[in-house]
C-alpha cells in the first residue's frame, strides 16, 4: 500500500487535494469515486516529490521547525512502543500541511513493504538530509531508535535557533543600510535639484562643496537607472562566477583571511561540523562515515577540504584532533577538546563542548556587531544628510556675506 497525492472536484466543482492511501492508483480513484467526488490526477507521493525537487522553487517546503516538530513526535510515539508503522500515520494525521502529510505517508508506504525507516527517508532526500537518514540507519541498526530520533530533534532545532540567529543579527543592519541609501538617493535626486535651481541664475561660483553635490545629484538623475542596471548585471556576474568551483574557492579562501569575517565564517562552520559530529558519533557512525557526511555540512571550501583531509590521515590510524589541526583552519580550543575527548573516551561530549563554545562565541560576536552597526550606520546617515545640507547652505551664507 502506498501513499498517493490526488486532484479531485466534487458534487459542486469544488477542487479537493489531499493525500490517500491505496494499492494503485486505480484503486485511490475507486476511493475517491465512493467518496463522491470526481478524480483529475492522482500521483505517486514519491514521485511527486521527485517533481517537485526537479522543478524550480524557493524553498524546499518543509521547514527545519515541521522536521523538528515531526521528528519530536516520532521519538514520543517510538519510546512508547508504538510500532513505526502506526507511530507515522499517527504524526501524518496530526499535522495540518498536505505537504507533510504526504512525505509521512511516503515513508509509512515504504516501511509497510519491509524497508527500513532511513530507507522510507532515502525516498526524499531533499526533506532528510544524509546525516538524518545515517543517524537514524544507526539507531534502528542499535535498537535505540527512540534516543537517536529524541537527540536528531534537538539538533534541528539547535540548528534553526542558530540560523535564525544570523538572521536576526543581519536583519536589522541591512534594513537601515536601505532606508539610509533610499534617503540620501531621495534627497540627491529630487530634492537637491529643487533647491539648486535656486541659484542658477546667479554669475557667482558656487563653493566646491556645492558643486560637487550638484554633480552627484546630475548623475543619479541622469544615470541612476543605469547604474542601477549595472549593480545587477555585477551581482548576476558574480553569482555565475562562483559557480565555478575553483573561484568559489578562492573566496572562501579570501573570506578566511579577512579578520572579523574569517572569524565569523570559522566559527560558523566550526559549530556545524561539531554539533554534526557530535550527534553521529552518539549515534554510533562508523568515525570514517561521521567525518564524512559531518563535512558534508561545511559550506567553505577549504575547510570542507581539510576534513577531507582530516578524514583520509583517521582512516591511516592518525587521531581525529591533531588531523583537523594540521590545516590550522579550526580554532585552537576546539582541536584541543576533541584531543582531549579522544584521549578520555569521551569524544562525543568533548564534541558537543567544542558546538556549544563556539556558538556562544558566534552569538557574542553577532550581538557585538548588531550593537555597534546600528549606530555606526545612523551616524553615516546624519554625515551624508548633513553634508548636504552645508552643500545647500554655503551659497547663501556667501550671499548673505556679500550683501553686508
Not at 519530536?72 to 512502543?81: N, S
Not at 531621495?186 to 533647491?195: E, F, I, R
Request: contains cysteine.
Amino acid at each position: 500500500m502506498g501513499a498517493f497525492e490526488y486532484t479531485a472536484l466534487d458534487a459542486a466543482g469544488r477542487e479537493k487535494k489531499g493525500v490517500l492511501e491505496g494499492d494503485t492508483a486505480k484503486h485511490v480513484r475507486q476511493l475517491l469515486r465512493e467518496r463522491s467526488l470526481l478524480p483529475v490526477t492522482v500521483t505517486e507521493a514519491a514521485r511527486e516529490e521527485a517533481r517537485r525537487q526537479r522543478s524550480f522553487r524557493f524553498g524546499r517546503g518543509v521547514s527545519a521547525a515541521d522536521l523538528a516538530l515531526l521528528t519530536r513526535q516520532l521519538a514520543t510515539l517510538a519510546r512508547a512502543g508504538l510500532p513505526l508503522e502506526e507511530a507515522l500515520l499517527a504524526v501524518s494525521q496530526q499535522t495540518e500541511k498536505p505537504r507533510v502529510q504526504s512525505i509521512l505517508l511516503g515513508v509509512r508506504s515504504r516501511v509497510m513493504e519491509g524497508h527500513t525507516l532511513a530507507s522510507g527517508f532515502a525516498e526524499f532526500p531533499r526533506v532528510f538530509p544524509e546525516i538524518y537518514r545515517a543517524t537514524v540507519a544507526a539507531g534502528e541498526q542499535s535498537g535505540h531508535l527512540d534516543e537517536v530520533l529524541e537527540r536528531l530533534a534537538d539538533y534541528t532545532e539547535g540548528r534553526e535557533v542558530t540560523r535564525q540567529k544570523v538572521l536576526g543579527a543581519m536583519l536589522y543592519p541591512i534594513v537601515l543600510s536601505i532606508l539610509c541609501f533610499g534617503i540620501v538617493t531621495g534627497l540627491l535626486v529630487y530634492v537637491v535639484p529643487k533647491v539648486i535651481e535656486v541659484f542658477d541664475t546667479g554669475k557667482a561660483q558656487l563653493p566646491l562643496m556645492t558643486r560637487i553635490l550638484i554633480a552627484v545629484s546630475n548623475f543619479l538623475h541622469d544615470y541612476g537607472l543605469w547604474l542601477l542596471a549595472a549593480i545587477v548585471v555585477a551581482i548576476i556576474g558574480i553569482t555565475r562566477w562562483l559557480r565555478n568551483p575553483a573561484a568559489r574557492r578562492r573566496y572562501h579562501e579570501l573570506q578566511l583571511r579577512l579578520p572579523l569575517v574569517g572569524r565569523l565564517v570559522r566559527g560558523f562552520n566550526t559549530a556545524r561540523f561539531t554539533r554534526t559530529l557530535s550527534i553521529l558519533t552518539a549515534a554510533s557512525v562508523p568515525v570514517l562515515e561521521a567525518l564524512r557526511i559531518a563535512g558534508e555540512v561545511v559550506t567553505s571550501l577549504p575547510m570542507k577540504s581539510a576534513v577531507a583531509d582530516a578524514g583520509q590521515r583517521v582512516r591511516e590510524g592518525a587521531p581525529i584532533g591533531r588531523s583537523l589541526g594540521q590545516s590550522r583552519l579550526f580554532p585552537p580550543m576546539t582541536i584541543h577538546l576533541i584531543s582531549s575527548g579522544e584521549s578520555s573516551g569521551e569524544l562525543e561530549t568533548m564534541l558537543e563542548r567544542a558546538a556549544i563554545s563556539q556558538e556562544r562565541e558566534l552569538d557574542g560576536i553577532l550581538t557585538a556587531l548588531v550593537g555597534l552597526l546600528g549606530p555606526l550606520l545612523i551616524i553615516l546617515m546624519g554625515l551624508f544628510v548633513m553634508g548636504i545640507v552645508f552643500a545647500m547652505l554655503l551659497p547663501i551664507f556667501e550671499m548673505n556675506a556679500l550683501i553686508r
